[in-house]
């Protein structure tokens, strides 16, 4: 039998989906998980966009042009002019989701040993399309204590090395919903351009801010229009992850066209995915309205339970859907797959994803956890009687620290 | 501004679609471009398949799981094992395409600087999957003068070193359309096992075979269930190459396991596409033969017009809808632009691939191209009587060779 290569064997696995067959089998069992692990969200993918997909009269599902359906590429280059970016259709590539956006960013820009600067703990595939594009992550560590900030801009000069060919942040960001300032955007884009090196933005969640906090896009960074390159998709903005549509937005020709070589070979994004993207630009405002509305209240009811709970470390997350919190445990890793396999309340348990995958550290998150606020308050609720009682009789809990001790 | 990196620069260009720039200027400037470049049919997709997608309830459009919609999967091996193979569930990978597929057996199976066996012409994006995941191709020429048939076993063995992993075919070929035999699959198939490495089988045109020709997956070979994976796909066969949705069948649990932890970054192929999938496993058999009775009339009108045309090689191809002829030209590369760019015939003219692109080894391939018998067969002879002109006019015409000149 001819053995797999020895690159898989060195593969990270996502920790978002790696518990899966643990989640299945406690289905199988009859147990009724609440899915917090994955950012997919519960709410309605916009009825009046499915309808016009269903309206569209498509006798063949073709090829899409490589770089995208021309139509949709315009309205979203009309949507980008009308806020007062300087974007052109050539400027955007339409991709498979986010996450094919950043593969092609890193072989366009970045080639293999050479690295890119991440503040952690960063989206956890980021290390899974760093592996695959055989490009190093320098990982920059980022506090719990003050909400997961965007870390000094001293410490991103300290790792710039001569390998560096960028700096890659999501904002606002997954997995720990902290939202950047204006101000910390354009002192990135200061030391890029100071640096000559890229700035790539993941964006998938500008549409998620909270309270006082306000997206600011790094395309607003004229200055540095031939470093920055954005990522952005309608996954998590209309509900419609299983479209695969993401986007780059990039002002340098020579990176467009470096992707565009590299896109080719899997021809074309997905053409029904594509419709229902057009048509999602169509979308009213209110949309998006009422889904952030909703948000809130669920981080909010997130945010006071796990305030609640004896020896759980948290913060108010400003923006995207997550909070990424520290629990009095030993393993996140085993109490993931303990909540799944060995425990239940009241018939119940949970999917939460483990800390540690989303380090490029090694030793760090192990007592963290991603909690994705994708469910209703209610089931939020109840998912976290689940989490209160199962910290509670957790065998492996570890002593509350210092800092835990004073407050009980 | 900071440069792109060295692997763009060595990227090889898609011969398919690298003249799409040429093609809108000509349509700009009013010409009717014939394209039979892409293997994108212009056969309607099974209106009764797109109609269950519309009646389908999909509130959410939800990310898929990574390896697919079980419904889908499940279907599937349920037509395998109808058709008598030993397939289940866990053997089956769904895809963003069989473009996607060859890439993560790419990733899983081969390191990089390891080689693969490809004989060639080869479908050219092969080239850039490899580049993509730094793998050598090891080319084995096959001739037009035999259709391209599969070149002799001997010259596979002495192909293989201490480096090569696997042997990739395509079958029925893009871009010959040659169809191998039972045998041919069986020796290769033994040839593998011998040498302990993987047989991979691009199974994409598995529909299409005329006249005697008869389609033999290695899926076949029982004894060689671990060595073997095939690829295949919705695009070709139900003229649904938009839906971006292959699949790997492999029967090789450890190859499986290092598939889905590359696949696991991207999250899963789209939703839509694998919903409109799932609905084309119920489209009546007759569709595929009337479809087959269109591309062999399709293949006649070709091969009989090319035949006709003083100086140009051909042969008839068994199977896909590819025909890859040699043309009595300098240079195909510029023949094609030249065809778009400075010539037209009544107004009309045609865009084909070139042939040195679907060569691994430099230098071949350069009076030859590939034509998709992608049209109905008016548009299709309207498309030759542009060839027959241009080939007659073209200022850069080379003298025919010695056998062509006897024939005249």
Same mark, same amino acid.
């Given at each position: ?13 996502? +920790? ?45 599902? /073709?090829?899409?042009?490589? /770089? ?8 979203? =280059? ?16 339409? =991709? ?12 366009? $820009?970045?080639?293999?040993?050479? %690295? ?35 870390? %000094? ?16 942040? $999501? ?67 209309? *509900? ?36 229902? *993207? ?21 981080? %909010? ?12 470390? $948290? ?38 994803? +483990? ?21 209703? *308050? ?7 009687? $689940? ?15 210092? /800092? ?5």
């Amino acid at each position: 039998m001819p053995n797999i290569s020895k690159r898989s064997l060195g593969t990270y696995e996502s +920790p978002i989906r790696k518990l899966a067959a643990s989640a299945n089998q406690a289905e199988a069992e009859g147990k009724k998980v609440y899915y917090l692990n994955i950012g997919q969200p519960d709410i309605l993918t916009p009825p009046s966009a499915l309808q016009k997909v269903k309206e569209k009269d498509l006798p063949i599902i /073709k090829y899409a042009p490589s /770089k995208g359906i021309s139509t949709y590429v315009e309205k979203l =280059t009309q949507q980008y002019q009308s806020k007062g970016f300087d974007i052109q259709n050539e400027h955007i590539y339409i =991709t498979n989701g986010a996450s094919e956006a950043i593969q092609l960013l890193l072989m366009a $820009c970045v080639d293999a040993d050479e %690295n890119i600067i991440i503040p952690e703990p960063l989206y956890a595939n980021y290390v899974g399309f760093s592996e695959y594009a055989s490009v190093q992550i320098k990982p920059i560590t980022s506090q719990i204590e003050d909400g997961f900030a965007l870390p %000094n801009i001293e410490k991103f000069e300290a790792a710039i090395d001569s390998k560096t060919r960028a700096i890659l942040i $999501c904002n606002p960001n997954n997995p720990t919903g902290a939202v950047y300032s204006k101000e910390a955007i354009i002192e990135l884009g200061e030391l890029c351009k100071k640096h000559d090196i890229f700035l790539f933005v993941d964006e998938v969640y500008s549409a998620f801010c909270y309270d006082e906090f306000e997206f600011y896009s790094a395309l607003h960074l004229n200055d540095l229009a031939q470093n920055v390159a954005i990522v952005d998709s309608v996954s998590k903005r209309y *509900s419609a992850c299983g479209a695969r549509v993401g986007r780059i937005v990039c002002r340098n020709a020579k990176v467009l066209e470096a992707i565009n070589k590299f896109a080719q070979y899997r021809l074309s994004a997905p053409t029904l995915g594509q419709v229902l *993207s057009e048509a999602l630009l169509e979308v009213d405002a209110s949309y998006l309205e009422e889904v952030n509305l909703e948000y809130t209240e669920r981080r %909010n009811v997130l945010f006071e339970r796990l305030s609640q709970m004896d020896g759980v470390k $948290c913060y108010k997350p400003g923006g995207a859907f997550y909070v990424f919190a520290e629990l009095p445990i030993d393993d996140a890793d085993y109490f993931c797959k303990w909540l799944l396999e060995s425990f239940e309340h009241e018939g119940q348990t949970l999917m939460l994803s +483990p800390g540690s995958g989303f380090y490029a550290s090694p030793e760090l998150g192990k007592n963290q956890i991603r909690i994705a606020y994708v469910l209703n *308050s209610t089931d939020l609720n109840k998912a976290m009687d $689940c989490l209160e009682k199962a910290i509670e009789i957790y065998p492996n809990k570890v002593a509350l620290d210092a /800092k835990m001790m004073e407050k009980i």
